[in-house]
């Protein structure tokens, strides 16, 4: 059993000693430990400073082209190197790395394909109060839209099986932590949360560069997964917000019709004949929707299958 830990860095030469210094050397069920490094395009001693502590292994992507993609090259390569179970980590040494036997656990027991590390957002000190309370509703959002119990849903602290690295596919060019929760639902992977510890802060994330900024973006994340993952549901949801007040109207205007007083609410007809054609219209978008839903997961299949070819041929 081969285990992958892998760091996506950016301009980690400070942090990076202490990141893999702290990585765990054997644990139990796993025979082989290896360390990989994608250096997303660093303009400091990042690559340097990872030979120096003994890393063989790298992913060089050239230019910065953001943590979305360097995570996705970082599974790619995982895979190519032969990992059973991946474990993705961050730079900075966030994630305390004693936790990293208990993420693979549930994978080494057969009870998941991704186990995220959720940690105590409540108790860390360096989060604001305003950080901490959007972590919370956000996580809450999360689950309402995915139908999981993820509890930390920003946490990239994570463990995949090969089954679900080979499955994953990330469009985002932003972050990955949302969008993947979201298709391990909609690929039927088991997926569970695994309490984990943090260490002392090294250094501001760069990922969330201001609150409103990662709000937007996570909002805007969350909402574009909820139409490719569960496309029939969001525009039938949409045709709804539409039918409703049409219908309504268009039963007031029966009302008043039957009443003898029809002749004055005419604009309450026309209004509900609009509402209730575009409800229509949602609605036979949310069937072709649906249709190349099932023609999208054909093709992930296939995809599937030419990626495990490929592993085998390696």
């Keep these: 059993m081969k ?13 990076l000693p202490v990141t893999l210094n702290a990585l765990p050397k054997k644990i139990e069920g796993i025979d082989e430990i290896d360390v990989l490094i994608i250096d997303d395009g660093s303009t400091d ?29 970082g599974l790619k390569k995982s895979l190519e190197l032969g990992a059973d179970i991946i474990v993705n980590t961050d730079a900075d040494n966030q994630y305390s790395a004693d936790n990293i036997k208990d993420i693979i656990k549930p994978i080494l027991n057969n ?38 119990s993820v509890e930390d849903a920003p946490s990239g602290f994570r463990a995949f099986s090969k089954n679900a690295a080979v499955q994953i596919n990330v469009f985002d060019n932003y972050t990955y ?25 090294l250094r501001e994330s760069k990922l969330v560069k201001n609150i409103f900024d990662y709000v937007m973006r996570s909002i805007f994340t969350m909402l574009r997964m ?16 539409f039918f409703i007040p049409g219908a309504l109207l268009g ?21 509900s004949a609009i ?16 249709l190349f839903s099932i023609n999208r997961k054909i093709l992930e299949d296939i995809q599937n ?9 390696n």
Excluded at 179 to 200: D, H, R, S
Aim: charged share 20%; with cysteine.
């Design 3 to 15: 285990l992958i830990i892998q760091i996506p860095c950016y301009n980690e030469q400070e942090s």
């Design 45 to 73: 001693k990042t690559v340097e400073t990872a030979k120096m502590c003994g890393v063989k292994h790298f992913v060089i992507m050239g230019h910065n082209r953001g943590l979305a993609k360097a995570f996705v090259a």
């Design 251 to 271: 039963i007031r205007f029966l009302w008043f019709y039957f009443s003898g007083n029809g002749a004055g609410h005419i604009q309450s007809l026309i209004l």
């Design 226 to 241: 909820f139409v490719i993952y569960r496309p029939f549901r969001f525009f039938f949801i949409l045709a709804c917000l």
């Design 177 to 201: 932590t949302l969008e993947t929760i979201i298709q391990a639902k909609a690929k039927g992977l088991q997926l569970v949360c695994v309490p984990v510890n943090v260490n002392p802060d």
């Design 275 to 290: 509402l209730i054609i575009i409800s229509v219209q949602v609605g036979v978008i949310a069937v072709l929707s649906e």
């Design 111 to 148: 009870d998941a394909d991704i186990v995220i590390g959720s940690r105590p957002v409540s108790k860390i000190k360096h989060f604001s109060f305003m950080k901490k309370l959007l972590q919370k509703l956000g996580s809450w959002v999360m689950r309402l839209i995915s139908s999981t």
């Design 305 to 313: 299958r030419l990626k495990l070819q490929d592993l085998k041929k």
